[in-house]
Structure formats: C-alpha cells, structure tokens
C-alpha cells in the first residue's frame, strides 16, 4: 500500500469539512459545530502559512486528513511543530495509513528545525497514544479545561 499526502486547497472546502465534523464527532460524540467553526475553521487553517493541512492519500484513494504546523515559542525565539489533527477514515484504520502519513509529517516537521514537535491525545484514546508511541513520542503533561457553564 502506498501512503502519501497532498494538499488541501479552497476547492475542497466541502469535502474537507465533511470529514473534518466525522473526526470531530468521533472525539466528542456532542460535536455540534456552530457557526463560527463553520465560517472560520477551514479558512482560517488555510491562511496561515505555518499550518499543513493534506489529504492522507493511500493507493490515490482518500483516506483522511492530517493538520500540522509550526509555532513560535511563547517566550523564546525557537519554533515548535505541532500535530493538530490527524483523521483515518474508519476503512482505512489498522493499515499502517495513520503511521505512515505521520512519519511524513513529522519528517516534513523537522525539515523546519523547530525545537520539538508536538500534539494532544484526547483523554481515553488509546490506539491515538499507542500511535504516536510508537513514532517516539512520550507524554509530558497533562491538560486541564474549565469550561463556562451554558
């Protein structure tokens, strides 16, 4: 099976938000994307020159998507990569797919010398942590939300 990435572009705004609300869902089952997500997510990853977003190709065919970037430090003059999103569509899991477009990101990543790359793995997804594992990652923190009430 041959893996590749190519990217994303304003024609593929509908596709790409498809999947992008399927990933979503998957993470949070009460995903109700509002609004702003729907006017903003997709252009505003677009307009960033510092975010990677690609369609995960394998055999031509699509697969899913992943979201990379590259960050400024907060308060040192370094970058950091970063993983934001990767999503395998269900009939392409446990191929290899996910690792093998990874791998490229984080290829693709280092090719920019930040100091680190990084990413979050939402709390109970396992097969998510034993991925990037498996890619050397570790974990180093972890993180807390308080979200406001409705």
Not at 9 to 19: A, G, P, Q, T, W
Not at 39 to 53: D, K, Q, R, V
Not at 69 to 84: D, Q, S, V
Request: aromatic fraction near 12%; hydrophobic fraction near 45%; include cysteine.
């Amino acid at each position: 099976m041959m893996v590749s990435m190519s990217p994303i572009i304003e024609s593929d705004r509908e596709d790409f938000l498809r999947l992008a609300i399927a990933h979503f869902s998957e993470l949070n089952p009460s995903f109700a994307p509002h609004a702003d997500w729907k006017e903003s997510y997709f252009t505003g990853i677009l307009s960033n020159p510092n975010y990677f977003l690609r369609w995960i190709l394998s055999d031509g065919k699509k697969a899913g998507f992943i979201l990379f970037g590259l960050e400024n430090h907060r308060f040192l003059p370094r970058k950091t990569g970063a993983i934001y999103e990767l999503f395998v569509l269900p009939e392409f899991r446990r191929l290899g797919v996910a690792k093998a477009c990874a791998a490229d990101a984080i290829r693709e990543l280092w090719s920019h010398s930040p100091a680190k790359v990084q990413l979050e793995v939402v709390e109970g997804s396992t097969a998510a942590a034993a991925l990037w594992r498996s890619l050397g990652f570790h974990k180093v923190a972890e993180r807390f939300v308080l979200e406001r009430a409705p």
